[in-house]
């Protein structure tokens, strides 16, 4: 019998092909999922067969000393939430039967995968996108049966048309441009750009489409008590309820409020003139690049001088994102930080950003301030954050899930495990570059206000999806809280109501983290430092940091 390791393994990257490349698992890179609603019913069947083997082999342990004491259990037990969560959402109006930008998102970022990442010769990936292109038209004529003609919410539905604005883009002049960067077969262009027109017509006609459908309703973008709670019970694994949960995180962010006040009040405000101040302190337009650079030096120098983790050799370096994905990035969900695929081997990671425009750059740079580049773009993501995670999860983990959870793929990462700590410890690696000193005071103003944003999230993610906080009312508190901008704060709640769970997972895991680096700071006594703390949590891989910590507080109960 194949271990249910193997056949998870099998599973996901046979049944998802898009994550497969984006994890550097490249046998499927010429193909897209079959989400027709036979591949859909023998999807959820081979889910639940899955699930029954995990449950007869590993049988969910009565405590986490089990789970420290064997990854083959812990990965059971991740395996087994992950089939119990997708049957959930697949069962729900926010899986590929009700929300038309997961259908959009995969197809165009199936390409995306395959140009943007060197991991194999260009004839090969130019080969493998030429057979994903051929097929989109039949996979989006299979959206258009799974999402029937059932109306849809507009903000779903204004998501996935930006994604087919961003495909026209992409499958017209950037497939060009991608075959004319490097050396490829002459052979190999005509059916890639005869495939590539045609995919840009099927997104054309399923764009035609999509306009037709009606609009659900506000009502809608609600997935119910019940799906959110198994996400937030078995995806996060938290042992708190919804309600405890939401009690916690509104009285945190009343404190949040009253603490960006008095920051910003230090640092010359209120919150508005201090993010202007913070605007218009931006790098000049030939330093532009260098800035990056600089203060990833700074950061990773103020990191290992204070011996706060391990941060091995794993390089990183600044540039332009492809010409060849350039027009189609604004259109799309388009990170400029995608974590490295962990089966891919690297020498140097390249971190992408637009290029200035041409002519004035002001307005642009004041977008690209020198606190948004230390505190977003280094410190969360290239540098202490994010990328030194994954290279923890990719190297130290023994986890299977662990290692591939956080892997982002089209529409959001691999594995719902995964959220948590990727996004906990990207948001807790600021709170402790402000704790070493890194932090000038309107830049601690700025931290507290992302701070005050993740609470807001957390509150909207906990409140929306059971009815109990209206659209309108998420919006404004966005707006009243979080003193941002009505059509931003639309965008947030939009992202929060297709994807339950995932707004108030950065908050659930900074949160965990420091609830439990201050139980192992007590238990642990004079043998507790910043490193041997961080390098144990990090070891677990991308896994939930509420089983993180049960299993670290195991270890020395």
């Known amino acids: 019998m194949i271990d249910p390791f193997s056949r998870f393994l099998d599973h996901y990257y046979r049944r998802r092909p898009v994550n497969a490349t984006f994890t550097g698992m490249h046998v ?36 986490a000393r089990e789970y420290r004491d064997d990854v083959d259990l812990l990965d059971a037990e991740l395996i087994r939430a992950f089939c119990e969560t997708q049957l959930s959402e697949n069962a729900s109006m926010h899986g590929m039967r009700g929300n038309p930008a997961l259908w959009t998102g995969e197809a165009v970022f199936s390409i995306v995968a395959l140009m943007i ?17 051929k097929a989109i038209r039949e996979f989006l004529d299979h959206a258009r049966v799974a999402l029937g003609e059932r ?29 004319a960067s490097g050396r490829h077969s002459p052979a190999n262009e005509p059916p890639a750009l005869a495939a590539a027109t045609n995919a840009a017509v099927a997104f054309h006609d399923f764009a035609d489409w999509l306009r037709t459908r009606g609009d659900a309703g506000q009502q809608a973008m609600a997935c119910g008590a019940e799906h959110f709670d198994l996400l937030l019970a078995r995806g996060h694994q938290s042992g708190r309820t919804r309600g405890a949960l939401l009690d916690d995180a509104r009285f945190q962010l009343d404190e949040a409020c009253r603490a960006l006040d008095t920051v910003a009040h230090d640092a010359g405000g209120p919150w508005s003139v201090v993010q202007e101040h913070l605007a218009a302190d931006h790098p000049k337009a030939d330093e532009y690049f260098a800035t ?64 200035l425009p041409l002519g004035d750059a002001t307005a642009y740079l004041r977008t690209w301030s020198h606190s948004t580049i230390k505190l977003c773009h280094v410190m969360h993501h290239a540098g202490i954050g994010h990328h030194l995670q994954n290279w923890h999860a990719y190297h130290r983990s023994n986890s299977r899930v662990g290692k591939i959870a956080a892997v982002r793929c089209a529409n959001r990462i691999g594995v719902v495990c995964g959220e948590t700590l990727a996004e906990g410890w990207a948001c807790y690696a600021t709170d402790v570059m402000e704790e070493l000193g890194a932090l000038l005071p309107r830049e601690r103003a700025a931290a507290q206000h992302a701070r005050v944003v993740r609470l807001v999230r957390a509150v909207v993610d906990l409140s929306l999806h059971d009815g109990s ?56 006594g004079d043998g507790f430092s910043l490193k041997r703390f961080h390098d144990e949590l990090l070891r677990f891989g991308s896994i939930p940091v509420p089983l993180i910590a049960r299993l670290m507080l195991a270890e020395v109960a």
Do not use: K
């Open 151 to 179: 109306p849809i919410p507009a903000p779903w539905t204004a998501r996935a048309l930006r994604d087919c604005e961003g495909a026209a883009l992409l499958f017209t002049a950037g497939v060009a441009q991608w075959m």
């Open 28 to 63: 499927y890179d010429a193909t897209l999922p079959d989400w027709s609603p036979s591949g859909l019913v023998s999807l959820e069947g081979e889910l639940r067969t899955l699930l029954a083997q995990v449950n007869d082999l590993y049988p969910a342990p009565s405590s």
């Open 292 to 355: 990056f650079e600089h203060q990833w030096r700074v950061c990773h120098r103020t990191a290992l001088d204070a011996n706060a983790v391990s941060w091995p050799d794993w390089p990183i370096s600044f540039g332009e994102i492809p010409v060849w994905t350039r027009e189609a990035a604004p259109y799309l969900d388009y990170p400029y930080y995608r974590s490295p695929a962990p089966l891919d081997p690297y020498d140097e990671y390249e971190y992408t950003i637009p290029p």
């Open 469 to 524: 906080l209206s659209v309108e009312d998420a919006v404004a508190l966005f707006v009243a809280r979080a003193q941002m901008e009505r059509a931003a704060a639309r965008t947030e709640v939009s992202r929060c109501s297709m994807f339950p769970g995932s707004a108030l997972s950065s908050w659930l895991g900074v949160q965990g983290i420091h609830d439990l680096r201050d139980a192992l700071r007590e238990r642990w």
């Open 117 to 133: 990442r060197d991991f194999g010769p260009l004839d090969d990936r130019i080969r493998a996108a030429t057979e994903r292109l």
